[in-house]
Structure formats: structure tokens, C-alpha cells
């Protein structure tokens, strides 16, 4: 029997032996398969030895040759595939350095930057060469991104990482002059002491002070239209932007700024704005203030910039006025920054971070909510909605806000479907008074603690009761606000009265906008001359004269302004 088992167990030895010597010769033909470079048969001959078996000691080497073999033609979604099968497989293996050097490669190579420098950390660096040999890899990669935004995000996510800043100075310094974040170059150039004029840019246009100022207004002012009337015009809004304009040049010029304000009549035609651009006084202008009309700014825009001429919008928050022209500015903030100041303020006040957002069928409501979300999702709050409205569906928002399951014994609503307090706040980007008003009611029945943020717009609604506001502490982004008790507007209201007899009682004032708008742009080119944009990068916030003031962003937009809501009757700024 003992003679019997004896052989048994030398028969199999010898089967697991000659097993052995099969994968190794099997492993040695596949191998000189991939040295001579004939990497398809390579694949074949590889695949069988990928297949676990206690006597076959080449499975990690196998697929990682197999997925090397596939890189090796191009094959590059099944060498990616196999590379992440092998770091789950495998996760102990000794090779697996090799492995998350060439997935990093596959991902840098797809432009999935931040998932290769992900698995790049993966990679021990174990001696002077290992580093040295990684840092070269990341700084080939890095030097590829063009895009400041996507290398500011990824320096935000690795702060310490020398190449990741390296790439970030560059790619600023590489842009326009008037597009660069100088505060943030800056900040890198501090952060890893680099030698400041390796970054440094052909400069804007000089700066040129003058005696006085060419401002030129392109404004639809409809002067063919126009009639003796008192009653209000068709384009009121911009006979009233002027006319503060041309009060502030008075008070310029008592301030030792001379400003010749220029007015040309658009008649929102295209065609006779590209006759005005044919002018020579527009060519030699120092600002170009307006147009205020989609398809009057594309013509503006190309002139500007071709020409050299600075240009901002006093009235508009649309960043497709200003597009890709470095001379270009919005006065007031855009869209996309009143969304994301809009979830800042929420996410630092709120302790509920869920969130619903009410959005408008205008496509700046898409704008404002789509900014208000991103953001939003940036700094941790959970958007439990995010819903389109038109004014046929509005009703479903006190269906969604208000619908109750619970009454008390006066058959008043004590809870709902949506709990109470289960929400913290609600962004509405919207002024269709069928849409914010519903969600004004619906949180008025609720009862509860939902903070509402809205627009100043809302403001000179009079169907709405303002005491309401109030009591559900309604927040409000407004860039035009100025506190009523301010020295600076008592004088200019008294100015206004003077000359006018009556000053007018609604919220939103645009003799007030183009008053403080002129007064910003007649100091900016005393200060910094006619190309302003350099010096209000590096100065910071520039003071208002009634509103809080400008801070000129990256975006060429106001990221300052106040969020107001009503105290003891009275609007006021949050601190």
C-alpha cells in the first residue's frame, strides 16, 4: 500500500514539475515574442499564462506584458483595462510601481489629468533618480495644459507640488495680459519663490494719462422716436443712464477730471453701428461705454480689441458682452457670479446645507442656476432639486414646497410632504413674479427656517407686500444697492432734485447706476490712465461712490457687491 501511495506522489510531482517547466517555456517564447517586437503573437502567447494557477508563477508578469504589448499598438483602452485589473488582482505585487507609472501615462495621454496624477501618487520614489525621473514625467504632462483654470484646480488639490505651480505661472503668463490673474501668479510665484521674470508676459498697451478723456456712449437712445412729452419714453432706461452719466461729469469736473462725453445714437441697428465704427473720433476714443443690445456687441467687441480701445458695459451682467476681448468689462457682476457668490453666502451661513433651486425658462436663469449649482456642489451642499419652471408650471412649485399631510384642529398644515426643516435653503434664479412669488408663499405656509435667496429685481414688484420679506428673512443679490442714509446719495438725490423737481420712488434707478458708473470710470482714468484694467488687477477692490464698489475679477467682471435684506423696514447690507 505505502509502495503504491510512493508512487502515486512521484507521478504527480513529476506532472506539477513538467506543469512547471510548460509555463516556463511558455513564458520564455512569449517574452522573446515581445523582445523581437511582434507584439500581437506576444498578446496570444501571453494570455494563457494571465490564468491563475498554483503552478504557474507568471500571472503579474504575464498581464503586465500583455498590457504592454497592447500599448505597444495602440491598443490603449485594453492595456488601460488590464493595468486596472492588475492593481485589483494584484495589489501586493512587487512590480506594482511599474504598473501605476504606465496607467498615470495612459491618463495624462487622454488628458484625464487629475485621475493620472491621482495614481502618479501611487508611485514610491525611493532615491534620488526615482524623484528625479517622476518629476520629469509630471513636468512633460504638465507643460501641456494650456488652461490656467483646469492647473488652478489642480494646484488647489496639490498645493505643494513645485510642477503643478511651475505649469500654472506659465500658462497665466502665456495669456492675454488684460486675462491674467496677476493675484494669483503672484501667489505662486511666492509660494515657490520662482524667479519672477521667467513669467513675465509681453505687456498690456502703456498706460497713457491725458488732460482730459474721450468717453464714447453707444446707446440706442431712438432719437427719431423721441417727443416732448413728459410721460415716460420707449427707452427710458437709457435716457437715464446718460443722464446720470452726465451729472457725474459734472462732479468729475469739479473733482479735476475732465471727461468729453461723446453720445452716439445706435438706433439698435447693427448697420449703423459698423457706419459708426467707420468714424475716426471712435478710433481714437479712450472708453467706449455700451452697447447695451446683443446684436449690436459682437461688431463693438471686434473694434475694441482690434483698435486697442477699452470698452465696458454699464448695465448688463451677460458675459457674452465682453467675450474673449481682454479691453472688455462688465460693469456689474456677471451671471455666473452672482450664482456662485450666491452658494458662497449659503454654504458659509447655513448650517442645513440642502438646497432646491428655482430656475426661469430665460437663458440667464439657466445661467445663474447651473453657476449657483456648480459652486454650490464645490462647498458640500446637497441640491435635493434643481428644476426649470415655466409660467404653466409655476403651480408645482407649492406643490413640491407646500403640499400638506398633517392639520391641526383649526385645520391649519403642520407638516408636509417635504418635512419641515428639512431644507436649509432654496437659490430662486428668476424675476418672473409668478415663479418667485410662489416660493415666497409656499415657504410663508411652511413656517420653517428656509433661507431664500432672490434678486434685487424683486424689489419694486408692488403687488408683493414687502412686510413679507421680512418675516422670512429674504435674501437678496444686489449689485445696484446704495444705502439711503449714505452722505454720497443724499447729495447726488438732492442734485437730482434740483434739476428734476422729483426723484423716483422705484428700487432699481438708473440715473443712480450711470451716476456711480461714471464717477468708477471718469477715477479709473485719472488713476491708471487709459488702459485701467492692469492697475485695478493689482490695486484690489476700487472704492464706490454709492454702491460698495468694483473688484475687478479674472472673468472682467465686479465680484464685489452687497447681499441686502430688509431690518426694522429698512434694506441693509449683510456683513
Not at 493689482?538 to 473688484?551: E, Q, R
Amino acid at each position: 500500500m505505502r509502495s503504491i501511495i510512493l508512487v502515486i506522489t512521484l507521478v504527480v510531482c513529476a506532472f506539477q514539475n513538467l506543469n512547471a517547466q510548460d509555463y516556463k517555456r511558455m513564458y520564455k517564447n512569449a517574452k522573446e515574442f515581445y523582445t523581437e517586437g511582434r507584439y500581437n503573437l506576444a498578446m496570444e502567447a501571453f494570455k494563457p499564462l494571465m490564468i491563475y494557477d498554483k503552478n504557474n508563477p507568471y500571472p503579474e508578469y504575464a498581464s503586465f506584458y500583455f498590457a504592454q504589448s497592447a500599448l505597444k499598438q495602440n491598443y490603449t483602452a485594453v492595456a488601460k483595462d488590464m493595468l486596472l485589473s492588475i492593481r485589483k488582482l494584484y495589489p501586493n505585487w512587487d512590480q506594482m510601481n511599474e504598473v501605476n507609472y504606465w496607467l498615470a501615462k495612459i491618463y495624462f495621454d487622454q488628458h484625464e489629468y487629475f485621475q493620472g496624477m491621482l495614481v502618479l501618487k501611487s508611485v514610491r520614489q525611493e532615491d534620488y533618480i526615482e524623484t528625479q525621473a517622476i518629476s520629469s514625467f509630471r513636468r512633460f504632462y504638465l507643460s501641456q495644459i494650456t488652461d490656467p483654470e483646469v492647473l488652478r484646480m489642480m494646484w488647489e488639490e496639490y498645493p505643494e507640488d513645485i510642477e503643478v505651480g511651475k505649469s500654472l505661472a506659465r500658462a497665466i503668463s502665456r495669456q492675454q495680459v488684460l486675462l491674467q490673474d496677476r493675484v494669483l501668479m503672484d501667489s505662486v510665484i511666492a509660494k515657490f519663490n520662482l524667479p519672477r521674470e521667467n513669467y513675465i508676459s509681453a505687456g498690456a498697451p502703456p498706460a497713457v494719462f491725458k488732460d482730459h478723456y474721450n468717453v464714447s456712449v453707444l446707446f440706442p437712445f431712438l432719437t427719431s422716436t423721441l417727443d416732448p412729452s413728459p410721460g415716460k419714453k420707449q427707452n427710458q432706461v437709457m435716457l437715464d443712464l446718460y443722464e446720470g452719466m452726465r451729472m457725474a461729469n459734472d462732479t468729475l469736473y469739479k473733482q479735476g477730471v475732465n471727461i468729453k462725453l461723446l453720445a452716439y445714437d445706435t438706433d439698435r441697428n447693427p448697420a449703423v453701428i459698423a457706419k459708426l465704427l467707420e468714424t475716426p473720433e471712435l478710433k481714437n476714443t479712450d472708453l467706449i461705454v455700451g452697447p447695451l443690445f446683443r446684436e449690436t456687441a459682437p461688431a463693438v467687441l471686434e473694434f475694441s480689441q482690434k483698435n486697442q480701445i477699452s470698452m465696458i458695459n454699464p448695465a448688463q451682467s451677460y458675459s457674452d458682452f465682453i467675450g474673449q476681448n481682454p479691453f472688455a468689462l462688465l460693469y456689474l457682476p456677471s451671471l455666473e457670479t452672482i450664482g456662485a457668490k450666491s452658494a458662497e453666502l449659503l454654504a458659509a451661513k447655513v448650517k442645513n446645507k440642502k438646497c432646491m433651486i428655482f430656475y426661469g425658462d430665460k437663458p440667464k436663469d439657466s445661467v445663474m442656476a447651473i453657476s449657483f449649482s456648480k459652486r454650490a456642489k464645490e462647498l458640500g451642499m446637497k441640491i435635493t432639486l434643481e428644476e426649470e419652471f415655466k409660467k404653466e408650471t409655476a403651480l408645482k412649485i407649492i406643490n413640491i414646497l407646500a403640499t400638506p399631510t398633517e392639520f391641526d384642529e383649526f385645520h391649519n398644515p403642520k407638516q408636509f410632504k417635504l418635512n419641515r426643516d428639512s431644507l436649509g435653503s432654496i437659490f430662486v434664479a428668476s424675476d418672473d413674479p409668478l415663479i418667485y412669488t410662489k416660493v415666497i408663499s409656499s415657504v410663508e405656509t411652511r413656517g420653517d427656517s428656509v433661507v431664500i435667496i432672490g434678486s434685487e429685481n424683486w424689489l419694486d414688484n408692488n403687488s408683493v407686500d414687502l412686510t413679507k420679506y421680512e418675516r422670512l428673512h429674504v435674501l437678496f443679490a444686489a449689485p445696484t444697492f446704495t444705502s439711503l442714509t449714505q452722505p454720497s446719495f443724499i447729495n447726488f438725490r438732492k442734485k437730482y432734485v434740483k434739476t428734476h423737481g422729483a426723484f423716483s420712488q422705484e428700487y432699481i434707478n438708473y440715473t443712480k447706476l450711470g451716476y456711480d458708473f461714471m464717477i468708477f470710470a471718469g477715477q479709473a482714468l485719472k488713476k491708471y490712465g487709459s488702459y485701467f484694467q492692469d492697475g485695478l488687477t493689482k490695486d484690489g477692490l476700487f472704492p464706490g461712490y454709492l454702491s460698495k464698489g468694483y473688484l475687478l475679477s479674472p472673468n472682467r467682471d465686479n465680484q464685489t457687491f452687497p447681499f441686502i435684506y430688509f431690518r426694522q423696514g429698512e434694506l441693509t447690507a449683510l456683513e
